[in-house]
């Protein structure tokens, strides 16, 4: 499982380069100590963040890296709850399309009687299903 400490945005304190400096709200321990900074790479999704958003940071994989270091991944840091909101975009688009097939399906057939459910699992987007039919 995947060690993440959330900080706030506090200060944008340099232009951005080829980099974007971030002040935290906390301290994130680094190979070289204890640090309220982060670097990130001048890219999307990195330059939308703005002060005041919160951050997710691996604090185990930052152990591994300098507070000078400049993070590309999201794995490694990300704008909280980034990753969730394009999982729920996906588990929508994919709810929409297994009920477009079962509604195709019911529509099709007037000889049958059909009774369908969907469960989403929140904690992994997995989509579970049930379609049964019987004759009228």
Known sequence: ???YGKFKIIEKPLPPQKFIKFILDGYVTYENGMHDKIYLVNR???NTYQVGDYLEIDLDKARNHNSDYDVNDIS???KFGEVEARNNVSVNRAS???IQVLNRAIDSDTRNKYTASMEVDPKTGNIFY???GQRK
């Open 96 to 98: 929409e399309t297994v």
């Open 44 to 46: 999307y999704p990195f």
């Open 76 to 78: 490694k840091a990300r």
């Open 1 to 3: 499982m995947v060690n």
């Open 130 to 132: 049930h379609l049964s």
